[in-house]
């Protein structure tokens, strides 16, 4: 049985990565970040703080972590539910203990229903993207371009109202985006997104509505791939991140190590003994510096 031809039609088909976002780059011979004070390493940790629908919802897909068997799910709707409840101040207490500052990727939902979760991790000095409205707000090539700028809206704005003012950085639920998604972020304001990881450095994206900087979060190194994905211990996670930095710092020109932590995840009492440990190995390293995601999307040379 032979193909139908329009199975190997891709409109966006050309010479390099079939899209026309940035141009490759080899990361040894770019300019190097201009990190604060002057540091060779940047640890970025990321928080994602997320509603899911205890209901089914009519998202195009479902994002990782979602609730799975028979409505009503109470037994994962509450284990998520523990990180907004408990974990996230475990985190919260664990960044203050080492000194550091994150950057948060909070659902529109969170700021409706736990305003002062929004209250509290602002009160700390930490930074705050959008992620959507919750986890039922999914973009892919389906969804009509006035509904995606709808839903990045809803979200900006929600978040705008919990915090005093418009968020400058992007997360999409998934990491996942639609052909129209970088250049409609341009548009509504955002000057960063942090979706795409192909890099260990931010980069400039250019679209139709002027750049947005890419600040690579690398999901291979997130609490959820290393714990839930890969079933390691907090002990193994920590070990990995050790040796991810050891690598990154060798390397000589300033590297950025992410740190993505989930509350339901990390937050549980067993693991943030391993955690706390992780973040004050970090903080004695020479020439390290915690930063945010913003941080990060300013250090990036305009050259």
Known sequence: MSLDPSYLEYPMRRKGMDHDLYPWSNIAERSPLALPDGAKMAVAPLVSLEWFPIVPGEAPFRAPGHMQTAYPDFRHYTAREYGTRVGVYRLLDAFAKAGVKATFAVNAAIAERYPSIVVDVLGAGHEIVAHGIDMDSTIDSTVSEDKERALIVAARDTLAAAMGAAPRGWMSLARQQSWNTPRLLVEEGFAYCLDWVNDDLPYVQTTKAGPLVAVPYNHELSDRQVIVVQQHSAESYVEQMKDAFTWL?????????????????????????????????????????????GELAAALPRD
């Open 249 to 293: 710092a060798a390397e000589g020109a300033p590297r950025v190590l992410p740190l993505h932590l989930t509350p339901y995840v990390m937050g549980l009492p067993f693991r943030m003994g391993a955690f706390e440990g992780l973040l004050e190995w970090l903080g004695t390293q020479t020439g390290t510096r915690f930063v945010t995601a």
